[in-house]
């Protein structure tokens, strides 16, 4: 800070810093600036975000889709090892909460010689082949005759289903099979899941029920 002594001997404040100090005082008057109120918002924002992340209705619906994210997982794989090895992958669905793929195995005369267990995944979180009493079926409206597990896994009645290295999920017969699996756990509506294959593609489509509708 600069100074000028007068020859009466009082100090006068140098003129500058006197309109920095007056400049600081209109600030402090006018409150916050935009850029603060910003970070503020951001601030409160991010807690209210964290604050949702660990309500237990966040925490079902995580543990659902991770359920369901392991049987598309499965799925995927099957169906691109399938392709990639020129082998027929079959599904297996085990109890109540589990999905086993095996390859057929094949000899110098192409005749199938046995098979080999690829994977075999149990669901975390409680997470089951299960209906839920007023959940309709998928947008995808594929037939739920003939399903097994209490209605849960519908794709055909034949005991074989696999995919091909052609790119199709198929029975023992190579007829196309379009399938839907239901997952949930139970006593919990909102954790209700979906997957849909279509079969002459074999497309794998997740479902999740939000309360009113099936949403991918």
């Known amino acids: 800070m600069f100074h000028r002594v007068q020859s009466n001997g009082m100090t006068v404040i140098d003129t500058a810093q006197r309109r920095q100090e007056l400049a600081m005082a209109r600030r402090n008057?006018?409150?916050?600036?935009?850029?603060?109120?910003?970070?503020?918002?951001?601030?409160?924002?991010?807690?209210?975000?964290?604050?949702?992340?660990?309500?237990?209705?966040?925490?079902?619906?995580?543990?659902?889709d991770a359920g369901i994210e392991q049987a598309m997982d499965t799925l995927r794989l099957a169906r691109e090892t399938a392709i990639s090895q020129r082998r027929n992958v079959r599904v297996v669905f085990v109890g109540l909460d589990a999905i086993q793929t095996t390859r057929e195995d094949i000899g110098a005369n192409g005749v199938v010689t046995g098979t080999?267990?690829?994977?075999?995944?149990?669901?975390?979180?409680?997470?089951?082949f299960r209906t839920v009493s007023g959940v309709p079926n998928t947008p995808a409206q594929f037939s739920l005759t003939g399903a097994t597990t209490g209605g849960a896994i519908a794709v055909g009645t034949s005991t074989t289903r696999m995919?091909?290295?052609?790119?199709?999920?198929?029975?023992q017969a190579g007829d196309a099979l379009n399938g839907t699996i239901f997952l949930a756990i139970q006593g919990d509506t909102l954790s209700a899941r979906a997957i849909t294959i279509f079969g002459p593609t074999a497309l794998i489509r997740a479902w999740r029920w939000n309360g009113r509708d099936w949403v991918e």
Not at 58 to 64: G, R
Not at 163 to 171: H, L
């Open 116 to 128: 080999t267990v690829l994977r075999t995944v149990q669901f975390e979180n409680r997470m089951q």
């Open 163 to 171: 995919f091909t290295s052609e790119g199709t999920f198929v029975n």
């Open 29 to 64: 008057e006018a409150g916050f600036t935009l850029l603060e109120v910003l970070v503020v918002v951001a601030l409160l924002g991010t807690l209210a975000a964290m604050a949702i992340m660990v309500s237990p209705a966040f925490l079902k619906s995580a543990k659902a």
